[in-house]
Structure formats: structure tokens, C-alpha cells
């Protein structure tokens, strides 16, 4: 066995080990959400269609990710799991009730392999099921207060609060893009409206969160908010690479529906800055259309200058040093928990920007 | 003078002090909405945009009759009217918000006057801004924590709890009843939708977080509930006669709008089950068209059938009798506060069911 395939055999496994791991607190976590937080049926036909209308994104395969971040932060500064699944399990919760608005706010038509849930009831419902799914993760977070007592809770829900209010401004943002057409946006604009929109409810709060649960103090708080803006960035970059050469199938949504949304990617602002003018002048056009007015030769064409101008390549550099980045900080980090979970931490810090789906 | 004349002129200038002092807390509740929590600009232009969309309906005339019931319970209860004043406004908080998501479920062109949130900016920003709004409420509440203790604010959160999962219940019931085009349903389902989607933001809720504050026990919560369930019905119930027959310009949303959004108010439920058959046929025929395909004849028609079997007079009897069972609760309670803030109660109580708009 050549050194290389050793390297790639002990990295594939270790691989393995941590989707396994991920997989095991999803698992845990979607018990909670399932089983002890949404409400199963109602006698009343109608509300017991909410009910199913509640819990039908969070029965869709999601990675899982998130309530990760929180678990194994929680368990390498010292905390227990067993504590930190309630608030793990509402943060998919957010991330579910967020997902039912934004996929009316693109008009996206697919969510992991299946219709969108304004598509597959109606567009009313969807947005009032959306409000009753957030209203309940505020009111489930309120059980952290007998098992954690209220001083925890209360920063708990501190923390919830900024992660909301951070990623709707962001959200805000990406949206007023679109609507009013804008394009005279660069790199750091995108880095802002990401680190609203992304990084705080994928990466900082979940594992502020796990942290709280586990009892840290402010400055390590301080340090998981530079991590997780970091790393939430450089996932939100891979996501949108993902978005336009991943495997769609696997991916969950329509393959690059951020062309189609008119979403302004990295990769596309690169493309505009690097393009030959004629080039760009053609981007900004098909851009410029209504979402049912791209044609199909419209979005290889962007794709296809995206590639020869090596745009995907060049935003994948900067999400592999904003990765870099943040796991510096993530080195500084005065850890008291078990080993095993720091180790987890930087791994699936590494896989959420190298993953391939 | 005549005593008809005494009376009326007597509780003219009753009426007069009353709309004084709703008044009155509605501009200090105003004060704290738009002084002390919902931030004013930012120096980011998009955010600033949702700032300013976030402040719209906020800034807007509303009656201001829900932080009222708050803050004179708590007086009636014995508790302190600068206390309760946080909680009161985010109880208009929750209004807002909520309005501007039901805005886009009913497809409604006009709040308060001026065009709906949806219509004046974008679908997509409204439905975040409503978020954002809402998220901002849970935030706020967290406020409490300083002059309440923990104990208070977190049962106050509880009450919110309840307050969004009940709302958000009832405008499931009623959307559905619109999306399947549901007509098989009697007093009971509009009244059992209504203490939903009505009692509890409107009294229910409002009077329990303003005894909440002044640290009323179990006893009084309780029958509160049975009061704002009842008033809130009799709210909802005039409410809909005034959609009708009410004052366009001062009502603020467009007259008739329910029979154009295809609501099943009582007095429609009433009409349908007292119409002669032609009549009833002819009904249920405009009633499902889409909003967009309804006459002004159409509406004119209903309306005429609903003076003509006096569907409007039945369900304005049936309001009239909900708020006598309310005040009789009312009458219960043993309040430990200002005799003037349970009179203040009651006149409010018999106000939101007999006014004109």
C-alpha cells in the first residue's frame, strides 16, 4: 500500500466515523422534535393539517449540521449532550421555519428532493404554518428552564433572539438585490449580507448555544463568533458551488436555482468583475429576467463563463481560507471537554466546506 | 333636560373619557415601540429599508384597544401601569407583525388607509419583515427581566407562547375553510375558529399578561380566559358586521373585503342556513369565485340578503349576548386595584362590541 492510498483510506474511514457520528445526533435530535416537541394530531380536521404541514419539512432528510455544531461544542467545553438536545432540536426547528418563508420569498419549487411546501398545500397556509412552527420554537425553548434553571435559559433565548434578527437582516438583503436589480455589489457586500444571512444560524449560534448549555463564558462566546462567521461564510460559498456543479439529486433543490432566483453569488460577482465586457453585458441580461423567462441555454451559458473564467475555483480558494481562518480560532479556543468532541468539531468544521452535497 | 338626553349626554362625555384614555396608553405604548425598541435606521441602506418596513405599521392609526386591556388589567389587578407598559407593546408588536403575514393570506389591498406592507414594498420583504418583527417581540420581552425578576418574564413568555400557537390555530382554521372551499359548518366551528384566531390576542391574552405583571395568581387567570374568549368573540363578530355596514374611510381596509376574501363570518353562516334555497345557491356560487372574478353586484347582492333575512341584526344579538356573559366573568374577579381602572375595564369591554369602527 502506497503512503497516498493508506492517507486516503484512513481519511475515507475517518470520514465515515464522522457522517456516522452526525447521523447519530441527528437521529437524537429528530426524536426530540418528532416525539416530544411538535404536536402529533389534533381531533380538529382542520388544525390537524397543520399539524402534518409542521412537521413535514423537519421529516424531509436534512444533513443535520447544525444541531451538530451545537451537540459537540456543548460536549468539548465540558457540557453534557443530554443537555443541549432540546435547544440542538430547536434550532432545526428555526431552520425549518425560516426555510417555509424563504422558499415563497425565491419561489423555489423544490426542498430536499420534494415540492416546496407553498406547492404542495398553498401559499397562505404555508406562510401562517411557518409562523406557528416559529411561535412553538420559542415556546419549546422555555422547557430548557427545569433541566437548565432560568439563568441558562433566559441566555439561551438571548441568544435566539440575535440569531433571528441576524438572519432576517441578511435575508432583507439578499432580497432587495433581486428586487431592485442591483449589481454594483462586491465581494464585501457579499461577505456582509453571508454573515448575516448564513453564518449565524448554520455555525455561530448553535455553537454558541452549545457552549451556553455547557456554562462558558463571554470569551469563549467571543471566539465562537469569529469562527462561526468564518466558517459559515466559506459554507455558504461551497453551498453555492454546490448550487451550480453538485450532484442535484443529492443536493435537494433544483440544480442552480440561485441562477434562476437571480441570487448574487460570489461566483457570479467574480464572474462580472473578470468577464470581458460583452460577456458581462450578456450576464447582466440573462440576470436582469424574470425567474420563467431563463431558458435553459441562458443558465449554461452562465455556468459556462463561470467555468472558463475559473470563477467556482476562485470563490472555492477564498472558502478554503476562511475555513483556514477559522480553524485558527478554533486552536484558541481553552477547550474542557472530552478530546474526541474537539477533534469531531474541526472535522465537521472541515467536511461543511468540503462536502459535496 | 330629559333623562333620555342626561343619559346620553352623560355617557357621551363617559364615552369621550374612555377614548381619552385608550388614548392616552396607546401613546405611551407607542412611545416605547417607536422610541425604545424598534431601531430607527442603520447605516447599512438595505437594512435601513427594513427598518423602516419593520416601523410602518407600527406608525400607523390603530385603536390601540389591545396594550389597553393589558395595562388596565394589571391596574385593576393592583400592579403598576409603567410596568406593564414593555409587555402592552409587544402585544401591538404581535398585531403588527401578524397582520402583515395575514395581509398576503387574504390578499388584502388595505391596512389602516394606506396600502398593505406587501403591496406598498414586495411579497418576498414582507414576509421577512414580518419575521423580523416577530423575532424582534421575543427579544423585547426579554427586556422585562430587570424590572419584572425571571419568574415574571418567564411566565409572561409562556403566555405569548400560548397566545401565537392559539392565533396562529384559528387563521389555519380559517384559510383552510377558504382553500377547500368549506361550507358545511354552523355556529359552533365559527365560534370555536374565532376564540383562536380572535379571543386570544385580541382580550384573552392582553388582560392575562397585564395580570401577569401585577402578580395575580391562578384564580384570576383563569377567568379571564373565560372573558376574553367570550368579548373576543363579540369583538370578532362586530368586527365582521362593520366589514359590512361600517365606515369604509374610518374602518380603514376596503368594505367588504371579507365577502371579497370569501370569510365565513357568522352573519354568512347565518344567512346561509336561513336563505330560501334559490337564494342560498346563488350565494354559495359568488362566495367561490376568486376574489378577482366578484362583482360589486355580487357584493351588493349578499349584502342585500343578509339586511333582508337579518343575518346581520341575528349575529349582532349573539354579540351582544357574548358580552353579557363576559361582563357577568368580569364581575368575579376580585380585583385589588383602582375601582377606576376595573370601571375603565368594563366600559372597554362594552366599547369594542358597540362601536362603529
Redesign the interface.
Known amino acids: 500500500m502506497t503512503q497516498h492510498a493508506r492517507f486516503t483510506n484512513r481519511s475515507k474511514s475517518g470520514m465515515a466515523s464522522l457522517l456516522d457520528e452526525v447521523a447519530r445526533v441527528k437521529s437524537r435530535v429528530d426524536d426530540v422534535i418528532l416525539n416530544q416537541l411538535l404536536p402529533s394530531s389534533s381531533p ?1 380536521k ?2 390537524d ?2 399539524y402534518r404541514m409542521m412537521r413535514d419539512y423537519p421529516q424531509r432528510k436534512g444533513k443535520g449540521l447544525r444541531p451538530f455544531f451545537c451537540v459537540t461544542t456543548c460536549r468539548a467545553l465540558g457540557g453534557e449532550e443530554s443537555e443541549s438536545l432540546l435547544t440542538a432540536a430547536c434550532i432545526e426547528l428555526f431552520q425549518n421555519w ?1 426555510l417555509i ?1 424563504d422558499d ?3 419561489s423555489s419549487e423544490l426542498r430536499r428532493g420534494e415540492p416546496t411546501l407553498h406547492r404542495k398545500y ?4 404555508a ?6 412552527l ?3 420554537m ?2 419549546f425553548l ?1 422547557r430548557n ?1 427545569k433541566p437548565l434553571g ?2 441558562r ?2 441566555r439561551i ?2 441568544e ?3 440569531m ?2 441576524e438572519t ?2 441578511g ?3 439578499e ?3 433581486v ?1 431592485e436589480n442591483k449589481w454594483k455589489l462586491n465581494e464585501s457586500d457579499y461577505l ?1 449580507m453571508v454573515s448575516r444571512k448564513t453564518s449565524w444560524y448554520t455555525v455561530t449560534s448553535p455553537c454558541r448555544l452549545g457552549a451556553i448549555v455547557a456554562g462558558a463564558g463571554e470569551e469563549e462566546l467571543k471566539k465562537l463568533l469569529e469562527f462561526g462567521t468564518k466558517l459559515g461564510m466559506a459554507f455558504q460559498i461551497q453551498d453555492d458551488a454546490l448550487n451550480l456543479v453538485g450532484d442535484a439529486e443529492k443536493y435537494g433543490k433544483e440544480s442552480s436555482d440561485d441562477i434562476l432566483e437571480g441570487k448574487r453569488t460570489l461566483i457570479l460577482l467574480r464572474l462580472l468583475e473578470v468577464a470581458e465586457r460583452g460577456e458581462r453585458e450578456k450576464v447582466l441580461k440573462i440576470m436582469g429576467k424574470s425567474r420563467n423567462r431563463k431558458t435553459a441555454e441562458d443558465i449554461r451559458y452562465v455556468i459556462s463563463l463561470m467555468k472558463k473564467h475559473g470563477a467556482i475555483k476562485y470563490a472555492q480558494g477564498k472558502a478554503a481560507q476562511l475555513l483556514g481562518e477559522a480553524l485558527a480560532v478554533l486552536g484558541t479556543v481553552e477547550w474542557k471537554g472530552e478530546k474526541e468532541s474537539v477533534e469531531l468539531l474541526t472535522r465537521v468544521a472541515r467536511y461543511s466546506v468540503e462536502r459535496q452535497w
Chains 1, 2 share one sequence.
Open positions: 380538529l382542520e388544525v393539517l397543520l425560516i418563508h415563497i420569498e425565491d398553498d401559499e397562505g397556509l406562510i401562517n404554518a411557518g409562523d406557528a416559529h411561535a412553538r420559542w415556546g422555555l428552564r432560568e439563568e435559559t433566559l433565548l438571548e435566539f433572539s440575535r433571528v434578527n432576517t437582516e435575508q432583507h438583503m432580497l432587495v438585490w428586487v456582509e
